[in-house]
């Protein structure tokens, strides 16, 4: 009968728990994936839009102002969707490559990109109703999802030195500090949406937003400038 040992010695030869053990990869088709992701939920977002046939009292411009709530939220998540891609290409650039467990961050990362347009859905349902705070709700916690995942993964890749290159602490807390700014804003989000759905909303929008400005790490010259090539 096999002991403890025996189990052990059989676990390690399947498994590779350790990071420090476990290979690392190209980014490629993680990069790919990701983008598929996005461009599906970017498009599912707009099937929530619809025309139909003009009947007296409903034309066009009515059936407009009657979506005008699902246009805002359909608005509102494309700006998500496009200031988590921006926000996944930086951080795919300056990594040399991914191991396992990088992978699993990522890939759960694009689990909360598969919630937008529902969030979003519920964020056009609830407008001009008593419980828009659900919508506002849904929305924060799949964001604050979203930044729990891209901080952990960020202070992994520096840990285990997936960066291109390689990054001293102080360069570690200040990627950080970005993500923990974020991150107080999507709690403070959580917090406040029953309460005041809108300035819940308001502070979830700030954050997307910031996803859209151009970081130090965007400058010339960084790990992933390909501009001295292209000259």
Avoid at 81 to 95: A, D, E, F, M, P
Avoid at 153 to 167: C, E, K, P, Q
Avoid at 169 to 178: E, G, V
Wanted: glycine share 8%.
């Amino acid at each position: 009968m096999a002991g403890a040992d025996d189990w052990r010695a059989l676990a390690r030869k399947i498994y590779s728990f350790r990071a420090r053990d476990q290979a690392v990869h190209a980014t490629v088709r993680l990069a790919v994936f990701t983008d598929a992701i996005l461009a599906i939920a970017a498009t599912v977002l707009v099937l929530d839009l619809h025309v139909t046939s003009d009947h007296p009292g409903s034309g066009l411009i009515h059936q407009i102002n009657a979506q005008r709530a699902t246009l805002a939220s359909v608005l509102l998540g494309f700006l998500w969707i496009t200031g988590t891609w921006i926000l996944s290409h930086r951080s795919l650039r300056q990594l040399r490559g991914v191991d396992h467990y990088m992978t699993v961050l990522v890939v759960a990362g694009a689990l909360t990109i598969t919630l937008i347009p529902f969030a979003t859905l519920l964020l056009a349902s609830g407008y001009g109703h008593g419980d828009f705070w659900v919508g506002v709700e849904a929305v924060s916690l799949v964001i604050l999802l979203g930044v729990v995942l891209s901080a952990v993964g960020t202070d992994y890749a520096h840990r285990r030195g997936l960066l291109v290159t390689a990054s001293s602490p102080a360069d570690r807390r200040a990627a950080l500090s970005i993500w923990y700014v974020v991150m107080g804003l999507v709690v403070l989000a959580v917090v406040t949406a029953p309460f005041v759905p809108w300035f819940a909303l308001a502070c979830v929008i700030v954050t997307r937003i910031s996803a859209l400005l151009p970081l130090s790490s965007d400058r010339a010259g960084l790990p992933g400038d390909l501009g001295s090539s292209l000259q």
